[in-house]
DNA sequence: CTCTGAAGTGAACGATGTTAAGTTAGCGGT
DNA sequence: ACCGCTAACTTAACATCGTTCACTTCAGAG
């Protein structure tokens, strides 16, 4: 597969062909072997059929380049979050279609959601844009849920305990593949529903309660 | 930084103080720099005033070193488990402290966590291992909290999820720090107060309510 | 003192990201 | 038709990395 056509030179105003070229060459190659470290500059440069130092005419450096294939890729993330908070009947269940968006493509792209969302934090700004941009359709929805009067309190706050949630379920399950995950649907359903009870419960579990207490407690929440 | 002091060679019978001396200062240097990339084979060689090829004299390749590093680190976190068990009055309170005690574990040893709980999932053996570890603490305490009465379900399940958020804050925190993020343990408390009553309530929200109606069951929560 | 085997080295290989300097060729101008 | 400019690309090299193989050194039993 590894292509040896020569690929012919760009005519004079095109020489951002190029990029496009390397960007897909780069998108699939990430994709074929859900490895970051076997997309090397060389074996995309190979892919494509031009020489490796063409690359840097279009993209800085090797991180530029894996940044540009992620936002390509978490462009679908954005659509279907947008899709999901639309489609969707009242704010509640925009969030828990957008929870379960968000895990659906985590878990079919899980080298570019490890790049992004798992990667070490030094510099690399753009994963933190694309996180962002994640963050404020969770944002949005809670938003509207406090507004709904389904959920209350601050809602920054409320974001980012949902978020972790749903990030905890895509990336343990992205990380740590061989436990013995339930069916991915119905074990986000539980998840989200038990995060959402607890939030809307808007009450905390004091330390020092007995266990007795305790125990009456989360019982008499029962259905 | 960079030591000079050729080492002397080992007595006779103790060429295993060298595997000693490589962990130790593999350990410092991922402790220093807090970036796996900069612990390279050369760089720990040159901390111990040793040739590079001496390392391969006690770890088969720089992941076993790793490896190695982070099972030493991750022994911490056996104990903390063990005591947070230990010292809580009760099966909840164990169950709450546990995951105080990790969340607090991953922040203050990001590296390392990262390296082992977020890494990719190709083969890398030890790290599963080292996450079992920590995934039967937890599951234990849940299983004592079936018994005590205050949780209900299948252990594994409820386990996996309790895991997937407390990992979710952790490594959430690690990759993005940059976020809002609210004081760490208001946070976790937070949060984890929130899936035990959501887990404990035992009901889901069925999807095709109506706002209407889902507010009102969530209202009815409230304290 | 010798000689053996444990302890450690030197030099090299192939792969990687990155840079500097050079070459090729499309295309408007004459 | 042919210049010549410059956009588009290449060749060659560098530094660094993990890894391997053949080689050396030296502590200490005999």
Redesign the interface.
């Known amino acids: 597969m590894a292509s040896d056509a020569p690929r012919k030179r760009a005519p004079r105003g095109q020489g951002a062909a190029l990029r496009g070229e390397v960007l897909t060459a780069a998108m699939d190659l990430l994709r074929e072997t859900s ?2 470290e076997s997309v090397s500059l060389r074996a995309v440069a190979a892919r494509v059929g031009v020489s490796v130092p063409s690359i840097y005419l279009h993209f800085a450096d090797k991180q530029a380049l894996l940044d540009a294939v992620c936002e390509e890729v978490f462009e679908q993330l954005h659509r279907a979050l947008k899709e999901a908070s639309a489609d969707a ?5 925009a969030l ?1 279609q957008q929870g379960m968006a968000y895990v659906r493509f985590a878990l079919a792209n899980p ?1 570019h959601y ?1 790049i992004v ?6 510099g690399h700004d753009p994963a ?1 844009e694309i ?1 962002s941009g994640a ?1 404020g359709h969770v944002l949005d929805s809670v938003t509207a849920c406090i507004g ?4 209350e309190g601050d809602p ?2 409320l974001a ?2 949902l ?7 895509a ?12 069916p991915l649907e119905d ?1 986000f ?3 989200f ?13 004091p ?2 309660l ?2 007795d207490e ?2 009456a407690r ?2 008499s ?3």
């Open positions: 490895s970051e009947p009242d704010a509640f269940e828990r080298e490890r969302m798992m990667g070490s934090p030094s933190d996180a963050f709904l009067g389904v959920l920054v706050d980012l305990q978020w972790a949630g749903v990030h905890g379920i990336s343990l399950r992205i990380a740590k593949p061989m436990f013995p995950w339930p074990f359903d539980g998840t529903c038990a995060v959402g009870i607890g939030l809307a419960a808007q009450t905390r579990i330390v020092g007995g266990a305790v125990t989360l019982n929440l029962r259905a």
